[in-house]
């Protein structure tokens, strides 16, 4: 509170704002003519050669951990994805200490054709029902059949003598007086 009342800071305040304005401003004049500014050079962190052994080990005791851990399994719904796509056999077989006990009991508790829908679904489906507790599948939504299209209305053509009547008709200006030709 008590550097919000020095005046001192608030007329660095306003400086940096105005010099930032101007700087801003000189920059894209700058560019129209094609000359853009230097970009800052950051400095990089003092780093030994200590370091750098530490986090390699570091790094490899991590990697050692992920490959004992479990049969390439790192999370969840993957394993909810595997025992999905599983057979019965298979099923029996399978490692589940990754999932919790509330998520253990709702996969043991899937019917056949939720399992089905599950595989077909893929992972981010897995995840979304593991999550929610429910099965929600995401499968494509099938094509709608398109309706055959209706024949093309069939037209007469008018024959050569109805256009000579109508035409004959036109000239006589009247239905009686249609001249015949001899």
């Given at each position: 509170m008590k550097k919000f009342l020095n005046p001192w800071t608030w007329f660095e305040f306003m400086m940096s704002a105005v010099i930032g304005i101007s700087r801003g401003l000189w920059e894209g004049l700058l560019s129209l003519v094609g000359v853009y500014p230097q970009v800052p050079r950051n400095a990089h962190e003092n780093i030994q050669a200590v370091d750098v052994a530490d986090a390699y080990t570091e790094e490899a005791e991590k990697q050692s951990g992920n490959d004992a851990a479990g049969s390439?399994?790192?999370?969840?719904?993957?394993?909810?994805?595997?025992?999905?796509?599983?057979?019965?056999?298979?099923?029996?077989?399978?490692?589940?200490?990754?999932?919790?006990?509330?998520?253990?009991?709702?996969?043991?508790?899937?019917?056949?054709?939720?399992?089905?829908?599950?595989?077909?679904?893929?992972?981010?489906?897995?995840?979304?029902?593991?999550?929610?507790g429910m099965v929600i599948p995401s499968l494509p939504r099938p094509r709608r059949e398109r309706l055959p299209e209706a024949p093309p209305a069939v037209l007469k053509v008018p024959n050569a003598d109805y256009v000579r009547e109508r035409f004959m008709m036109s000239l006589c200006g009247s239905y009686g007086l249609a001249l015949k030709p001899h």
């Open positions: 390439g399994l790192q999370e969840s719904p993957d394993v909810v994805l595997a025992y999905a796509r599983a057979g019965n056999e298979e099923r029996a077989l399978m490692d589940l200490g990754k999932l919790s006990t509330s998520e253990l009991d709702w996969l043991l508790g899937l019917t056949d054709r939720d399992l089905i829908l599950l595989a077909a679904s893929g992972s981010a489906a897995c995840a979304r029902s593991l999550t929610a």
